[in-house]
């Protein structure tokens, strides 16, 4: 079988890829795109995950008709949101969307019950508001009572499609409740939330077939024959694995999308005191590997400017705009909560700005240079303290996803960091969750054997960094600007 279909599902889009080997190279082509988003009803944020099931029948039957008979297939999407079903494996409840503002100071009254740095002892996960333990800490009693069995959103729609209940890995390590040294669902936390371990599902390992698509589906619509994998089902996970071999150079990656990912891939995990403090997480990998990584808000600032300014330029009008206008005139501190999900994110920046003396950004092209401007300082930020905790220097950084075509974005972090940056592939994604299909299916050993295809098949384009004579006065003025904004936050 030489058919592969990945479905990668991202908080904006979504989209079944098919990956094939023609001529010792790996070739991609999309099937199926279709939009995503939550809706905000009654003051609270959900997904429609049975519209993601229907989006990934509708891709399966445009792959039949389009010439594929056979298949393998695997999903992947965001983390943390997660889905009830009663004991007849019904859905209970509407599925929260991490942005939701119900977790809003819930992190202060779990820190009475347990401290932060036990929590993050036994899971070595960073603190966010959005984790799910504090989305089920909040969540209705009698709701959870009801709930047989509790999924992530990637397994739920594998549920759907065979009938088979998991609970991968990878993406189960985001929800805050796996303990590092058991290697399994932490009994002390699971009674904070009063739940049962029985509740969630076995623990399973990307690479695991998990069988064909039910019969019931088969019959009722026309499909291929398709053998489902788990794959890496947290989509940073993936892209993770879709990034080609390095070759004798230490290196760093962002996964850039909605949230910009900047991390290493470590042998074992490291949740100490200093990296409780910078809020790294260790999320697990595939493979025995651990997602060191820090969370930056990422290009979901740009996207929500975009639609605010009625989608009037395309992303790549925008960023043209962006290198037109003056550089480094306003920044923000692009991981401050103001911006986690603002009623009007472009008023939330200008009122940033003018609150912090700075010139407000008025036009489409001023707002995005404020934004690639900051993001390329926090980047350099945190890669600095990423080279601190794990005491290594780092020579490279890739990116990958789609702010891999963003090259105003890569110059500028290049130009920043003063390193290499390299850029792509933009399908990182994609080729991570095919790669753990081609591994099980046998068309390659290894994923070091993957990312070394990878890196053939596809081009990464190279950034090198360009002299900054002002880049001291920039970074006093960036630390001075972050320092401000950490002690208000502190204060509040």
């Known amino acids: 079988m030489n058919n592969h279909i990945a479905v990668d599902i991202g908080a904006s889009s979504g989209r079944l890829v098919l990956g094939t080997i023609v001529d010792g190279s790996l070739t991609l082509e999309e099937i199926h795109r279709f939009s995503n988003g939550f809706t905000e009803r009654d003051d609270s944020c959900f997904w429609d995950v049975d519209y993601l099931l229907e989006q990934i029948i509708t891709g399966l039957q445009k792959a039949k008709a389009g010439g594929v008979t056979k298949c393998t297939l695997g999903i992947d999407t965001w983390a943390v949101d997660y889905v009830l079903l009663d004991a007849e494996g019904n859905r209970i409840q509407e599925v929260y969307a991490y942005r939701d503002r119900r977790t809003d100071g819930v992190m202060e009254e779990v820190a009475k019950l347990i401290s932060p740095e036990a929590v993050y002892a036994k899971t070595g996960i960073q603190q966010l508001t959005f984790n799910t333990l504090y989305q089920l800490y909040v969540h209705d009693r009698e709701e959870l009572a009801k709930a047989d069995q509790i999924l992530l959103v990637p397994d739920y729609l594998y549920y759907r499609l065979c009938g088979r209940k998991i609970n991968e890995v990878t993406n189960a390590s985001t929800t805050q409740l796996l303990n590092l040294a ?58 993770v694995l879709g990034i080609p071999a390095q070759s004798g150079r230490s290196s760093a990656y962002i996964s850039s999308g909605t949230w910009s990912l900047l991390g290493a891939q470590l042998a074992q995990p490291l949740n100490n005191r200093s990296a409780r403090e910078a809020n790294y997480t260790n999320e697990w990998g595939a ?100 080279e601190a905790l794990t005491g290594t220097a780092i020579e490279v950084l890739q990116i990958v996803g789609g702010g ?27 080729l991570g969750n095919i790669a753990v299909q081609l591994i099980q299916s046998g068309k390659v050993a290894d994923i070091h054997e993957a990312r070394t295809l990878i890196g053939q098949s596809f081009e990464i384009k190279s950034y090198l960094p360009r002299p900054m004579p002002q880049l001291g006065e920039l970074l006093v003025r960036w630390e001075e600007l972050n320092a401000a904004e950490t002690a208000t936050s502190e204060g509040a």
């Open 287 to 386: 493979y025995g590997t651990y997602r060191f990584l820090k969370n930056i808000m990422g290009l979901w600032l740009i996207q929500e400017v975009r639609r605010l300014d009625g989608s009037r330029y395309s992303f790549a009008e925008l960023a043209e705009q962006a290198a037109a206008a003056e550089g480094f005139r306003s920044l923000i501190a692009c991981n401050d909560p103001c911006f986690l999900n603002p009623d009007n994110m472009i008023e939330e920046i200008r009122l940033f700005c003018a609150e912090s003396s700075q010139p407000v950004p008025q036009s489409p092209g001023e707002l995005a240079r404020c934004i690639f401007d900051s993001l390329a300082l926090s980047y350099r930020s945190y890669l600095e303290e990423l």
């Open 182 to 239: 058991s290697r399994d669902f932490d009994p002390e936390l699971l009674a904070l939330l009063q739940l049962e371990r029985a509740q969630f599902a076995g623990l399973t390992e990307p690479g695991e077939d998990l069988g064909s698509i039910s019969d019931s589906l088969m019959q009722q619509y026309d499909l291929p024959e398709c053998r489902l994998i788990c794959v890496a089902t947290h989509d940073t996970a993936s892209a």
């Open 404 to 430: 891999a075509n963003n090259e105003l974005l890569c110059q500028l972090t290049a130009d920043v960091i003063g390193k290499e940056v390299l850029a792509g592939p933009t399908e990182a994604t994609a």
